[in-house]
């Protein structure tokens, strides 16, 4: 049987139409996919998120230790609380996941990995910690809610506890802060403001209940999945996996070169791809007629050659249809998408396509 | 449930037909189709004048979710298509059966209507293919 998360009663009784995602009984919907991404760009819809992997890592050595797992550097986390989104790497420079750490105290980081790569993902850390002295502790009797939106914080922060609340309304984006068990940050996958909570299994479902009351409404993961790709961010599995480095995924930023004698796993491998150039990058693409960009369309570049479609959609905020391709990295501004069999024209653009509900590309 | 109007007939691929009383073929996608394919976005309709034959792919719905092939029931000739849907795809999940209609045919061969199913036979094949 499928897992289900402490969320899954609610899902049921929200008429949510479950399908499998990585093993979970999850909700691609309560109805109108539109509707919902609607709601999260215009005023505050919420998702349950509990099959993510929450992990906590502890030891005197953790931000050692995290200084050479990942291609980003832990070393901008100062301040306790604070954020990185940030790639595990193998040794060719693949990447293994993609992920969130916040920094809570020198001897105690937590990180939240994704739901499909669960398990590679913790025989990784399992193998690479000892080393450290670090303890990797996944945290499997926790939820996670992310709300989203406009409105996500004015609705939510009048049903938190005190302490919680006190906390939450000072948080600055990219931020999160403890009160007891739970975990309240200022991220998301959405492109709008809005928090994510982790907060315990058994607390879930009236919390759930609570944000209903309040007027954030359900949202599915295929509204997710749209609304993060107007946010242009990636989706691990799709646009990136261990045989493509972040060079070739749009995610240079997250590699952080600097200082030059930092050894992460996987430096030498980029290294000598940022030497010797890559062949091929991620861009964001924009159809210029009408038609439906899908994942794994071909895309031809000219004599630049050809490319393929990792994520594609119709963007309910632009009503076009719009995707991220790996293509040639000397494709220019348009390339031509195979559409069921049709050579339609896209423009190639640079993500996000929307942000705060506004376009941030011209149409 | 489904909603299953009685007057239609039906194909395994999820079309209905009604036939109009000049004899045409109006053709759309069921309440059931319009469901699991969730919020339509795109609707790609046949050039009106053009041949098609019975079970030709001669449409296209696309959802959020995905592209879907819009069969012909009975081959003949396309006389209407559904201008409307250009701008309002969402008619087809709002009104399947009704405004969202996508295309109508003149029949080659009317006798072609006798392969589809009626309501109940078509409720039937839901049922089994559920399981």
Request: glycine share 10%; hydrophobic share 40%.
């Amino acid at each position: 049987m499928a897992n289900r998360t402490p969320l899954y009663d609610e899902h049921v009784a929200d008429g949510g139409k479950l399908v499998d995602f990585a093993g979970w009984d999850m909700p691609i919907n309560y109805g109108s996919q539109l509707e919902e991404h609607n709601q999260v760009r215009n005023d505050a819809g919420m998702f349950d998120v509990s099959h993510m992997t929450v992990v906590d890592l502890t030891g005197e050595r953790t931000r050692e230790f995290l200084r050479y797992l990942l291609a980003n550097n832990v070393d901008r986390l100062k301040d306790s609380g604070k954020a990185l989104y940030g790639c595990m790497l193998n040794e060719s420079g693949g990447v293994i996941d993609d992920l969130i750490v916040y920094f809570l105290r020198d001897d105690f980081f937590r990180m939240v990995v994704n739901a499909g790569t669960h398990d590679k993902d913790i025989a990784w850390l399992e193998k690479q910690a000892p080393a450290f002295g670090v303890t990797v502790t996944e945290r499997p009797e926790l939820a996670m809610i992310a709300v989203q939106g406009p409105n996500a914080r004015d609705r939510t922060l009048p049903l938190l506890s005190d302490a919680a609340r006190a906390a939450a309304c000072e948080l600055k984006p990219f931020f999160g802060a403890f009160d007891g068990e739970w975990f309240i940050a200022r991220t998301g996958y959405t492109g709008e403001d809005g928090f994510e909570i982790v907060l315990p299994a058994d607390a879930a479902a009236t919390f759930w209940q609570q944000l209903r009351a309040a007027g954030v409404k359900p949202t599915g993961l295929g509204a997710r999945d749209t609304l993060r790709l107007e946010a242009g961010m990636n989706l691990y599995g799709s646009d990136m996996d261990e045989s493509i480095s972040p060079l070739e995924a749009a995610l240079s930023w997250t590699v952080a070169w600097e200082p030059a004698e930092r050894d992460f796993i996987g430096r030498a491998a980029l290294e000598q791809q940022r030497k010797q150039g890559v062949t091929q990058k991620l861009v964001g693409l924009l159809l210029e007629g009408k038609g439906v960009l899908r994942n794994h369309q071909k895309v031809m570049a000219g004599d630049f050659g050809e490319g393929e479609i990792t994520s594609g959609s119709f963007s309910p905020t632009l009503q076009r249809a719009i995707a991220f391709a790996r293509v040639p990295k000397d494709t220019g501004d348009t390339c031509q998408v195979d559409i069921r069999g049709k050579l339609l024209t896209a423009r190639v653009v640079k993500p996000p396509f929307v942000r705060n509900g506004e376009a941030q590309i011209d149409l | 449930m489904s909603n299953i109007p009685v007057e239609l007939k039906y194909a395994k691929t999820h079309e209905w037909a009604r036939t109009n009383d000049d004899g045409s073929v109006t053709v759309g996608i069921s309440d059931t189709a319009q469901d699991q394919l969730g919020d339509m976005v795109f609707i790609e309709v046949p050039e009106v004048g053009a041949t098609v034959t019975a079970e030709e792919a001669c449409a296209v719905v696309e959802s959020v979710k995905a592209a879907s092939d819009v069969y012909a029931p009975v081959g003949g000739k396309i006389v209407e298509v559904n201008e409307g849907l250009a701008d309002s795809p969402e008619t087809v999940n709002n009104d399947a059966y009704g405004e969202g209609w996508i295309f109508r045919i003149e029949p080659s061969d009317a006798g072609e209507l006798g392969a589809l199913m009626d309501a109940d036979g078509y409720t039937g094949f839901l049922a089994a293919e559920d399981h």
